[in-house]
């Protein structure tokens, strides 16, 4: 089955960009979406095909997708941007949903 | 506006089976799918699989396969997940995501609900 790997951990400090990689075998050759979720809630899509932000997502977060990694850019990080970030694609192959390992973002 | 209220917590001995709701309001229900995720405690995200509210399609993971069900009840605008067979590694938070299929984000999601399998 397809295997989407992220860091565990990235610390960033305030007002300095975090950037979060999603790696997968040719995961340029899919839609990569994100998802942002703070402790005891649901998550919240963030970016959804690579790059695309929902209303109400402030421009601070963006996505990219090429060759083997997808990344998560978030600039001018603020302390609530505290919280784990999933990416996930789409297997067409297969259509079932797959997530990546999660990604704790922790702001010093 | 646009949600999914999911039923309340629930605790099972292992063995048994759980059935968690998922109730959709503010949309077509018909036009879109709903995905289902589970959590376990401090753990990532897993996806289960997915029904269509249009005509019941459903997908599942396969470490799942055969001990769980997926339907839709579209005069209430409900979906349902059962669960049967729980163990503990079962217990997680249980989430429903509206996810209208071929690739599309899961742009909706519901509260949770805590499942808890416990002798």
């Known amino acids: 089955s397809y295997v989407l790997t992220q860091p565990p951990s990235v610390s960033v400090a305030p007002g300095k960009t975090a950037r979060i990689t999603c790696g997968g075998n040719n995961i340029g050759s899919k839609s990569v979406h994100w998802y942002q979720q703070k402790p005891g809630q649901a998550p919240v899509l963030v970016i959804y095909?690579?790059?695309d932000r929902p209303s109400g997502i402030p421009e601070r977060f963006s996505g990219s997708n090429s060759g083997n990694t997808a990344t998560l850019t978030i600039s001018r990080v603020e302390a609530g941007d505290e919280a784990d970030y999933y990416c996930?694609?789409?297997?067409?192959?297969?259509?079932?949903?797959?997530f990546g390992t999660g990604t704790k973002v922790t702001v010093l | 506006q646009v949600q999914l209220v999911q039923s309340g917590a629930e605790v099972k001995k292992p063995g048994a089976s759980v059935k968690v709701s998922c109730k959709a309001s503010g949309y077509t229900f018909t036009s879109y799918g709903i995905s289902w995720v589970r959590q376990a405690p401090g753990q990532g995200l897993e996806w289960m699989g997915w029904?269509?509210?249009?005509?019941?399609?459903?997908n599942y993971a396969q470490k799942l396969q055969g001990r769980v069900t997926m339907t839709t009840d579209t005069s209430t605008s409900t979906a349902y997940m059962e669960l049967r067979s729980l163990r503990s590694d079962d217990t997680a938070v249980y989430y429903c995501?509206?996810?209208?299929?071929?690739?599309?984000?899961?742009?909706?999601w519901g509260q949770g609900t805590m499942v808890t399998v416990s002798s």
């Open positions: 095909y690579d790059s």
């Open positions: 995501a509206r996810d209208r299929n071929y690739g599309d984000a899961f742009d909706i």
């Open positions: 996930q694609v789409w297997d067409s192959s297969s259509e079932i949903r797959v």
């Open positions: 029904i269509s509210a249009y005509n019941g399609n459903t």
